[in-house]
T-cell receptor, first 114, second 112 residues
Framework: GNSVTQMEGPVTLSEEAFLTINCTYT??????LFWYVQYPGEGLQLLLK?????DKGSNKGFEATYRKETTSFHLEKGSVQVSDSAVYFC?????????????FGPGTRLSVLP | DSGVTQTPKHLITATGQRVTLRCSPR?????VYWYQQSLDQGLQFLIQ???????AKGNILERFSAQQFPDLHSELNLSSLELGDSALYFC???????????FGPGTRLLVL
């Protein structure tokens, strides 16, 4: 079945450091890929998405490129801020035998120190 | 604010009981999804409804059921509750079943 694997956290960075959170997936079809962010005490918010190979999603300085050849969708940001501290979820949406299948990775907690 | 509302915010109950969680999707969204988030299992997709009909099923226990009403709000019913059912339950909605999902703030369920 479909699955999403993310790098284990927590990730702790200093402000203005470069961020990479790795995400790889397994899917039988051609999924759409997403990054969601969850701030403390809140629900998940869509950060960015890509719907086909080589698409680049970007938002708020974050970027991720849909790499079909490596089945990856790594999240990057050039300079993190304290306000980026949150849990980041990689996810895929794929059409299965019974409707859409939605699979989330385990989440990676990011802490940014001033 | 995503526009998705969930009630109640917190719920404390005892093992063996039954509870109902409610979700109102964003205006115009036809699809509703339910997720369970726990420390040991992460975020698990439970079930999806589209315009009143069940569209997809994930890791939903037989003790759990859901429905979507004609006004498009949805309810998740959890019965014969166990300690392990303690979790955050999120509802999300989208315009169709292919579009971005918008999450509600969640209902925190504690089973004692």
């Amino acid at each position: 079945g479909n699955s999403v694997t993310q790098m284990e956290g927590p990730v702790t960075l200093s402000e203005e450091a470069f961020l990479t959170i790795n995400c790889t997936y397994t899917a039988t079809g051609y999924p759409s890929l997403f990054w969601y962010v969850q701030y403390p005490g809140e629900g998940l918010q869509l950060l960015l998405k890509a719907t086909k190979a080589d698409d680049k999603g970007s938002n708020k300085g974050f970027e991720a490129t849909y790499r079909k050849e490596t089945t990856s969708f790594h999240l990057e940001k050039g300079s993190v801020q304290v306000s980026d501290s949150a849990v980041y979820f990689c996810a895929l949406s794929d059409r299965g035998n019974y409707g859409q299948n939605f699979v989330f990775g385990p989440g990676t907690r990011l802490s940014v120190l001033p | 604010d995503s526009g998705v509302t969930q009630t109640p915010k917190h719920l404390i109950t005892a093992t063996g009981q039954r509870v109902t969680l409610r979700c109102s999707p964003r205006s115009g969204d036809l699809s509703v999804y339910w997720y369970q988030q726990s420390l040991d299992q992460g975020l698990q997709f439970l079930i999806q409804y589209y315009n009143g009909e069940e569209r997809a099923k994930g890791n939903i226990l037989e003790r759990f059921s859901a429905q979507q009403f004609p006004d498009l709000h949805s309810e998740l019913n959890l019965s014969s509750l166990e300690l392990g059912d303690s979790a955050l339950y999120f509802c999300a909605s989208s315009v169709t079943d292919k579009e971005t999902q918008y999450f509600g703030p969640g209902t925190r369920l504690l089973v004692l």
